[in-house]
């Protein structure tokens, strides 16, 4: 067991405080964009829920009391004037506190009851404990005393009213409670260790994940360690419809496994983690439906399919068969190659208008790039970026059917690969660009994002001439913190425009990796060395200003901080000076 160590610091304001495999964190984020002045107890089961509010308490004004709030990997605590507040993870589903001379106001986030919304709160007789129960995530939050004194406020109130306890010292000058997440019962709360080594545990547990993960970190690759506590804090244990122990986006509100976010999260924990890895990467599968779609996201309670993703898995998993440090399995092997096969074919079919060659995006939600501006003429399109996903898919089914002794296969998979290329280049390059195809008008045209620029994920597959249009092209969208979505004297930019300006950690990846394969390697190690500087200056935010750096929308996106992971290995390993 590794000597506990703090680990590094974090503000809250930007990300949660949490522990792997939990489904609720401690955060001011109390809903999209919504910050809070206290910090609550915000579940993510049956979508992001902020249950009970934990305020630091003034008994002379009944108001809060003024403190400041510090974390670590193992320990949150608010300090004031009049003393201190601890927190700690025990599991995943309860949470210890302890105070010091600083007394804790625990209420209900919800101020009104009604029959079907709100928080009811209780003391349950058989447990000597005190009981918030939410209708919003299903679950009761139990409060158990073990030391201090309580004063209760709005037992089995109804309706409008203040819920909750408040927690203060004993003649010994402390207090300490219990809060625990749970179904609908569970024996008595029983304390089996004291605060410090609960402490100490939940340090260990996170030094022994970044050792896993990120052996290789030095003071060149300074955010390693925050960005494996992203991960690692925003893991959550298999319930509801995630089957498996599942990385989410966030544990603020982007609080969902999206059908190509997690390639990312699978990549970075590979070699250290290999269960975790390939458990993010089955996780979508698990709900492939009939025709082999992939669902847009899968979360607690709810499995989009209205949309669906990008095929990048074929690219993906041809990467994390090489990152895995021991071979894949054959059973695993074949159960991933049927699955990849029907995701394929649903593109091939479903996605294929009569007699085309390629593949349509029925909206820029398909490509993962949202609003990116080459969808704003139409948006049923035959993009480039497809045709690239696919045929790199194509390749890697290939490679399966060779490694599972289907020699047939091989060849039909890498005859489709070869004519969709084909097709990309003879219908979307026009010499000096691909352009973009309405699925029904046939009108083409180009636009000023990076998204047009994606075929260069072929890398080696690319005709040399073409991917150096490309690198041209993309050094162009190099601003100083990284690739710009959007160019930045194009009349669509916007600073924060989404996938119209901003930069993303998927794309980074993507265009970096494809670029190096295609021999272009100062390049992708300039686009390495400024995203790692954004990162370790900025955080592992959804997006980041492309001008300023300035993270944007969700300060705690787990991709951005396996990109920053999967490049500070590689810059680890080639031992570079860049950065």
């Not at 209420?107 to 005190?130: H, I, K």
């Not at 209205?306 to 894949?328: D, M, Q, S």
């Amino acid at each position: 067991m590794t000597v506990a160590r703090s680990g590094p610091a974090f503000s809250v304001h930007d990300i949660p405080f949490s522990t792997h495999g939990s489904w609720f964190g401690i955060s001011p984020v109390v809903a999209e964009k919504t910050y809070a002045d206290d910090l609550h107890l915000v579940s993510h089961q049956n979508g992001m829920h902020a249950v009970l509010r934990l305020m630091p308490y003034d008994p002379a004004t009944g108001r809060r009391a003024e403190t400041g709030v510090s974390a670590t990997p193992g320990l949150l605590s608010w300090t004031g004037a009049s003393g201190q507040i601890d927190l700690a993870y025990e599991s995943p589903d309860t949470v210890r506190l302890r105070g010091a001379g600083l007394p804790l106001r625990i209420s209900a986030a919800a101020g009104t009851l009604t029959p079907f919304s709100g928080t009811y709160f209780y003391r349950d007789p058989a447990a000597d404990a005190y009981v918030f129960t939410s209708y919003e995530t299903g679950r009761r939050y139990r409060v158990t005393v073990l030391a201090g004194t309580v004063d209760v406020f709005g037992d089995q109130a109804l309706g409008s009213a203040e819920r909750g306890l408040i927690l203060a010292a004993d003649a010994d000058g402390r207090w300490e409670t219990a809060v625990e997440e749970m179904d609908t019962a569970r024996p008595p709360y029983v304390s089996t260790a004291v605060f410090d080594k609960v402490v100490e545990a939940a340090r260990n547990s996170f030094a022994d994940f970044v050792d896993s993960v990120a052996p290789w970190r030095s003071p060149s690759t300074p955010a390693a360690e925050l960005a494996a506590y992203v991960l690692w804090s925003a893991t959550v244990r298999p319930a509801g419809l995630v089957t498996r122990p599942g990385v989410l986006m966030s544990k603020h509100w982007m609080d969902k496994v999206w059908s190509w976010d997690h390639c990312f999260n699978a990549l970075a924990l590979a070699p250290g983690c290999p269960e975790l890895a390939r458990d993010q990467f089955q996780l979508p599968f698990d709900h492939q439906d009939a025709t082999g779609a992939l669902p847009d996201s899968v979360t607690h309670s709810e499995v989009l399919r209205n949309f669906v993703k990008p095929p990048i898995h074929g690219w993906a998993f041809g990467h994390l068969r090489r990152r895995l440090p021991t071979p894949v399995d054959r059973a695993e092997l074949a159960a991933t190659y049927e699955r990849l096969a029907r995701w394929t074919e649903f593109w091939l079919t479903a996605r294929r208008a009569p007699g085309a060659e390629l593949p349509h995006y029925q909206h820029g939600n398909d490509s993962g790039w949202d609003n990116a501006t080459a969808f704003d003429p139409e948006r049923v399109v035959v993009t480039a970026d497809l045709a690239a996903f696919l045929t790199l898919q194509l390749h890697e089914l290939a490679e399966l059917a060779a490694h599972l002794d289907r020699p047939d296969d091989a060849q039909r998979w890498t005859r489709t690969a070869e004519s969709t290329q084909a097709a990309m280049l003879d219908q979307l390059w026009t010499g000096d660009r691909f352009v973009t195809r309405g699925a029904d008008s046939g009108e083409t045209w180009g636009s000023s994002g990076l998204l047009d620029l994606m075929p260069i994920v072929l890398g080696e597959h690319l005709p040399d001439g073409i991917s150096a249009v490309l690198a041209d092209r993309i050094e162009a969208h190099l601003t100083p913190y990284g690739l710009a979505t959007e160019l930045p004297s194009s009349p669509h930019y916007l600073d924060d425009g989404y996938w119209r300006g901003p930069i993303w950690a998927p794309a980074t990846i993507l265009v970096e990796d494809g670029l190096r394969r295609a021999g272009h390697e100062q390049l992708a190690d300039e686009i390495s060395a400024r995203f790692r500087a954004l990162c370790e200056t900025h955080g592992f935010a959804e997006n980041f200003d492309a001008l300023t750096g300035t993270g944007l929308r969700d300060r705690a996106y787990t991709w951005t901080a396996a990109a920053y992971l999967l490049l500070g290995e590689a810059h680890a390993e080639r031992g570079d000076q860049l950065g």
